[in-house]
Nanobody, 117 residues
Framework: QVQLEESGGGLVQPGGSLTLSCIVS???????????MGWYRQAPGKEREWVAR???????YYADSVKGRFTISRDNAKNTLYLQMNSLKPEDTSVYYC????????WGQGTLVTVSS
């Protein structure tokens, strides 16, 4: 049973930075490294939306709303996914989740990011 554990969220002022982590446990290194992984977010009262994607070969894609501000990366040796978030805006306030892109595993608890002065 694969489990996803997101961490690194918190309260940050507009313009600030945070780095989120997602540890994927219960999956072999081959399973993690061979799949595209993504970050998603869900703001209060809204549907979950895709934020960023990293291919198994390292290629990256971003939603227009975060392009140039967020950077997704992965450490296959640690089964860990990262999201570096810079120049944060109040509209980035959400619960952030990670998951496999094409065939998602069960969702984790997420980590709350609040951008406010």
């Amino acid at each position: 049973q694969v489990q996803l554990e997101e961490s690194g969220g918190g309260l940050v002022q507009p313009g600030g930075s945070l780095t989120l982590s997602c540890i994927v446990s219960g999956a072999s290194g081959t399973i993690f490294s061979s799949h595209d992984m993504g970050w998603y977010r869900q703001a209060p009262g809204k549907e979950r939306e895709w934020v960023a994607r990293i291919r198994y070969d390292g290629g990256t894609y971003y939603a227009d709303s975060v392009k140039g501000r967020f950077t997704i990366s992965r450490d296959n040796a640690k089964n860990t996914l990262y999201l570096q978030m810079n120049s944060l805006k109040p509209e980035d306030t959400s619960v952030y989740y990670c998951n496999r892109v094409l065939t998602p595993w069960a969702w984790g608890q997420g980590t709350l990011v609040t951008v406010s002065s």
